[in-house]
Nanobody
Framework: QVQLVESGGGLVQAGGSLRLSCAGS?????????MGWFRQAPGKEREFVAG????????YYADSVKGRFTISRDNAKNTVYLQMNSLKPEDTAVYYC??????????????????WGQGTQVTVSS
């Protein structure tokens, strides 16, 4: 298993930026397949935000964040990042990182991922 800890959340005005980090320990990141970011707003289901393949060259995004968010990973540091620009109030949610131990083309369902962090709150004010 991998233990995941998110950081970098906070309160930001609309149009601002935040960079989330997810540090892993335990099983090394280069033996994990895809990493993903999900988010969950109050009263809503957890939704996929972005994913990245093992080498970091394959990335994929939800339509709602495409062009504004960038996912990256550093296997040497066991860390995955989510750079969030041009933030909107509708981006307000708890953001979770997740690790997949099984190969998938573009895993984006919660069931595709095996380990989860505790989440970090992102609040975007209008």
């Amino acid at each position: 298993q991998v233990q995941l800890v998110e950081s970098g959340g906070g309160l930001v005005q609309a149009g601002g930026s935040l960079r989330l980090s997810c540090a892993g320990s335990g099983r090394t990141f280069n033996s994990v397949y895809d990493m993903g970011w999900f988010r969950q707003a109050p009263g809503k289901e957890r939704e996929f935000v972005a994913g990245i393949g093992r080498s970091g060259t394959r990335t994929y995004y939800a339509d709602s964040v495409k062009g504004r968010f960038t996912i990256s990973r550093d296997n040497a540091k066991n860390t995955v990042y989510l750079q969030m620009n041009s933030l909107k109030p509708e981006d307000t949610a708890v953001y979770y990182c997740a690790a997949a131990f099984r190969w998938g083309a573009t895993p984006s369902r919660t069931a595709d991922f095996d380990s989860w962090g505790q989440g970090t709150q992102v609040t975007v004010s209008s």
